[in-house]
């Protein structure tokens, strides 16, 4: 009987196991997949949608602000200049930049020049507020922080200005521990607090006492003031210096979107006790704060 020859390679029951495992696996992985797939659309509707994040400040940096007031404005505000050497009288109009530890957080400068009767400070105070609460925006902080200031200044809050919250309150307490510290007096007074300090009757003639600036009758006392930026107020104090000397001390503070500004004219007499007047400087005050509104919105 004649043998059939032999071919080398699978069996045909070989084959046909094979193939049959593979599909099997090929089923069993594709069941794995869609069930791995569902329990990651179950997990995504589970999670709601994504919280939105509060839009960003208008500003990302801040002007130089030594160079930001005109001379022909410095000429007008620091009239003791004027009678200076020329090397004194151009150091004087160039101010000195406040030290700030990131200048598109905050910046700041400072005039002055003395004159027989007379000695004139100018300082401005610029602050970019940056929300790290992604539900608040720079705004919104820049608002707490600036009703924060009005609070502290004791100036009375209009409807327009938001009534403070308990975040202003801590910023402000922050501020203040950082060493930002609202304006004193030498007889250690904050101005527009409407306080003497300790041990202090206030009345006028003593050294250090706080006088009143201004009739509430005048329209000069301390208020909430409109049509400039977004929300300001003006701040008036008067203080004496010693026995022959008053300061008053006008401070116009407004906010534009993330940005607050903060301008203070002071003015103190030398040589008599007769108070500088208070709608003059509150008038050339005001006029520098809209001169930066506009420096602003270039």
């Not at 406040?98 to 598109?104: E, G, L, N």
């Not at 002055?112 to 401005?124: E, G, I, V």
């Not at 000069?220 to 210096?241: F, K, N, Q």
């Amino acid at each position: 009987m004649q043998r059939k020859a032999y071919v080398p390679g699978r069996s045909r029951p070989a084959v046909l196991t094979a193939a049959a495992l593979a599909l099997g696996l090929g089923i069993g992985l594709s069941g794995c997949s869609s069930g791995a797939k569902a329990d990651i659309d179950t997990v995504d509707s589970k999670a709601g949608p994504a919280s939105p994040t509060a839009p960003p400040g208008r500003y990302r940096t801040l002007f130089e602000p030594c160079g930001a007031v005109p001379q022909a404005t410095l000429k007008d505000l620091l009239p003791g200049a004027a009678a200076l050497p020329d090397a004194e009288r151009d150091r004087a109009y160039r101010g000195t930049a406040a030290v700030t530890f990131d200048t598109d957080r905050r910046v700041g400068c400072s005039w002055k020049a003395d004159s027989p009767d007379a000695a004139h400070r100018l300082t401005l105070d610029i602050e970019r507020v940056v929300s790290y609460d992604p539900a608040v925006s720079d705004d919104d902080r820049a608002q707490e922080v600036y009703v924060g200031k009005q609070t502290a200044a004791g100036v009375p809050i209009t409807p327009k200005s938001a009534t403070p919250t308990p975040t202003a309150t801590a910023s402000a307490t922050g501020t203040a521990a950082a060493g930002h510290l609202p304006p004193q007096t030498p007889g250690g007074h904050v101005a527009g607090s409407g306080n003497p300090p300790a041990g202090q009757s206030g009345s006028a003639g003593a050294p250090g006492a706080t006088a009143p600036s201004s009739s509430p009758t005048t329209g000069l006392e301390p208020r909430s003031l409109e049509g400039l930026g977004e929300v300001a107020y003006l701040d008036d104090a008067l203080t004496t210096t010693g026995p022959a000397g008053v300061k008053r001390l006008v401070s116009v503070v407004f906010r534009t979107s993330n940005v607050i500004v903060t301008v203070q004219y002071e003015e103190q007499s030398t040589a008599s006790m007769e108070a500088p007047d208070s709608g003059e400087l509150q008038e050339k005050a005001r006029n520098l704060a809209r001169l930066l509104v506009e420096r602003l919105e270039e």
